[in-house]
């Protein structure tokens, strides 16, 4: 029989209570004390966020390509076959032909998989980093899929709220649910700033000039029409505040939206590096065109605190108060806010 010496604080309890106190995920019993054992129960770790695999489709199907160019060729190196066909009068090396492509096939399903599970999740941060946070900003993610932006922007946040809203396309996200997302929230620890809406960016619901940031990834581009993609454009500038900032991260149509956003009314800065872009679109023939690009509506909002701005704003006013005794008026304002 084991001699259990008296309950008392241990080292081994300080370190717990002062790591794991406030998640509740230490207790008392984790912590088990003889007079010969000491045995510190570690918590199971939070399961880390998943944020899916990006078009799980074109992997598979670049994946099928590099087994097949692969295999051919090596059936042929190991001697099973000669790898032509054809007739006396047209032959074709088949091992070779099907080898560059399926090699090609093979490094760009491995990019997409390593992009998909970390390198997205590191772009994200650069470019969130990209904008000054108070903390209180109401935040949109359009096509926010399993929440890359949408979390990585609530961890900014301290008071205010980061929306999603997507029509959750399997064929374009690997697991794509709204629950999806409300759970990675929760490993995050930001689930109590975020919500999600089933909503197509073509059609936000939401009223004028709500949000102070907008961000969007690799979403827009599944618009296939150009009129369609406008629409999700012009209705980003409508739902953004004046003053308000736009990211967008997407892998081609990036001048298209540049122009739509100017058109209304927004200054657009491209923040995607040149030579990566060059980059890219050569080693994929065109098909990936990455573009990054930061906008802001005109009419600036100078913010003091999460709960200060002052927007200054000129007006012409036609008629002014509807008498026709005072002349037409250009007005120089601002507008203060001051949200408790
Ligand atoms: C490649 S995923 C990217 C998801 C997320 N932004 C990310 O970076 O992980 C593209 C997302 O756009 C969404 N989407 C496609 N068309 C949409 C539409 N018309 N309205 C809203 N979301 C859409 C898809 O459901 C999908 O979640």
Same mark, same amino acid.
């Given at each position: 029989?084991?001699?259990?010496? &008296? ?7 300080? !370190?717990?209570?002062?790591?794991? &106190? ?26 880390? $966020? ?8 074109? #992997? ?7 087994? #097949? ?48 599970? !970390? ?14 946070w108070t903390g209180a900003e109401q935040v949109? *993610? ?11 922007a609530a961890k900014r946040l301290t008071t205010g709220t980061a ?26 620890g930001v689930?109590d700033r975020? /919500?999600?809406?089933?909503? *197509?960016?073509? /059609?936000? $619901? !939401?009223? *004028?000039?709500?949000?102070d940031?907008?961000?969007?990834? +690799? ?84 913010q003091?605190n999460s709960w ?9 006013? #036609?008629? $002014? ?12 304002? +601002?507008?203060?806010?001051?949200t408790?």
């Amino acid at each position: 029989m084991k001699y259990l010496a &008296p309950q008392r604080r241990h080292p081994l309890r300080d !370190f717990a209570d002062r790591h794991w &106190p406030a998640r509740g995920q230490c207790s008392a019993s984790m912590i088990q004390m003889t007079t010969r054992e000491y045995r510190l129960t570690m918590p199971a770790a939070t399961p880390r $966020p998943d944020y899916g695999i990006d078009a799980p489709g074109v #992997i598979r199907n670049l994946f099928l390509v590099a087994a #097949i160019g692969l295999l051919t060729w090596g059936t042929t190196f190991a001697g099973l076959w000669s790898g032509i066909v054809g007739t006396s009068n047209v032959r074709i090396d088949l091992a070779h032909t099907l080898l560059w492509p399926g090699l090609g096939c093979l490094i760009m399903a491995v990019w997409m998989t390593w992009d998909s599970k !970390f390198g997205k999740v590191r772009r994200r941060e650069v470019l969130l980093g990209r904008l000054r946070w108070t903390g209180a900003e109401q935040v949109l *993610d359009v096509g926010c899929g399993r929440g890359l932006m949408l979390i990585g922007a609530a961890k900014r946040l301290t008071t205010g709220t980061a929306t999603g809203i997507d029509i959750w396309q399997s064929e374009d996200l690997s697991g794509n649910r709204p629950e999806a997302t409300l759970e990675n929230a929760a490993r995050e620890g930001v689930a109590d700033r975020v /919500k999600v809406e089933t909503a *197509d960016m073509r /059609k936000l $619901p !939401f009223d *004028d000039a709500v949000f102070d940031v907008i961000v969007s990834c +690799a979403a827009i581009h599944n618009l296939y029409e150009a009129g369609d993609r406008a629409k999700a454009i012009a209705e980003i500038g409508r739902v953004l505040k004046p003053g308000g900032h736009v990211l967008i991260d997407d892998i081609r149509h990036g001048r298209e939206y540049a122009a739509t956003l100017r058109a209304n009314g927004c200054s657009v800065t491209r923040i995607s590096s040149v030579a990566g872009t060059i980059l890219l679109t050569v080693l994929t023939f065109g098909s990936l065109r990455p573009e990054k690009l930061l906008a802001w509506e005109l009419g600036h909002r100078v913010q003091f605190n999460s709960w200060l701005y002052v927007q200054p704003n000129l007006q012409y006013v #036609i008629n $002014p108060g509807g008498t026709h005794t005072i002349p037409n008026a250009l007005v120089l304002g +601002a507008q203060c806010s001051v949200t408790f």
